[in-house]
């Protein structure tokens, strides 16, 4: 149980574009879902906090129009990167919360490339 | 505030050796404390929690951590390595009422040689 998946779990795109990325929980329902960052070598640097049906807080430092979360249920929310340029290369991980035990419960990753 | 400190970014064992990870932890409050693996290009799988029950805490994979007020710790310990233990490793804390929110060490390479 408490699997979380990810979608796509690598990505290349050219600089100006936008990217999404997909974090679902596949068997729990999470209110709560997390977006992290990961430079090589560093540990995981908490973006936001996505809350089902409403807005995501932001951590200080990101920019929220940059970095855009919906949470539209409780089994999936999105991130999408708009206008990304290579500064935005990274390893981005997404973490959903079980409701009753408050563990937070990981994705696989996905490897953004700007090019 | 609540932070993590992790002792030692690289650690290197023998196959068959003990392990231990170090963890110490800052709180105001009473933590959750966990442990987390993550190999290589992937994303990371929770070893273990501590949820102010039992002090010792058994995980997968064979390893445990034990719950230390006294000292403020959580080392992660596994009686004899294995090739496949080795991973990067993060300790982790949160506490009731922060929105579940983790922070994370800055995670122990663990190495094991033949």
């Known amino acids: 149980g408490a699997v979380v998946s990810q979608h796509p779990s690598r990505v290349i795109c050219k600089s100006g574009t936008s990217v999404k990325i997909e974090c679902r929980s596949l068997?729990?329902?999470?209110?709560?879902m997390f977006w992290y960052r990961q430079f090589p070598k560093q540990s995981l640097m908490l973006m936001a906090t996505s809350n089902e049906g409403s807005k995501a807080t932001y951590e200080q430092g990101v920019e929220k129009d940059k970095f855009l979360i919906n949470h539209a249920s409780l089994t999936l929310s999105t991130l999408t990167v708009t206008s990304a340029h290579p500064e935005d290369s990274s390893f981005y991980i997404c973490?959903?919360?079980?409701?009753?035990?408050?563990?937070?419960?990981f994705g696989p990753g996905t490897r953004l490339t700007v090019l | 505030a609540q932070s993590v400190t992790q002792l030692g970014s690289h650690v290197s064992v023998s196959e068959g050796a003990l392990v231990l990870l170090r963890c110490n932890y800052s709180s105001s409050v009473p933590p959750y404390l966990f442990w987390y693996v993550q190999y290589p290009n992937q994303g990371l799988q929770l070893l273990l929690k501590y949820t102010s029950a039992a002090t010792l805490v058994k995980g997968i994979n064979g390893f445990e951590a034990e719950f230390k007020k006294s000292e403020t710790s959580f080392h992660l310990t596994k009686p004899s390595a294995h090739m496949s233990d080795a991973a990067e490793y993060f300790c982790?804390?949160?506490?009731?009422?922060?929105?579940?929110?983790?922070?994370f060490g800055t995670g122990t390479q663990l190495k094991v040689e033949l």
């Open positions: 973490s959903a919360s079980q409701a009753d035990t408050g563990t937070q419960y």
């Open positions: 068997d729990f329902q999470a209110t709560t």
């Open positions: 982790a804390v949160s506490y009731t009422g922060g929105g579940n929110k983790l922070t």
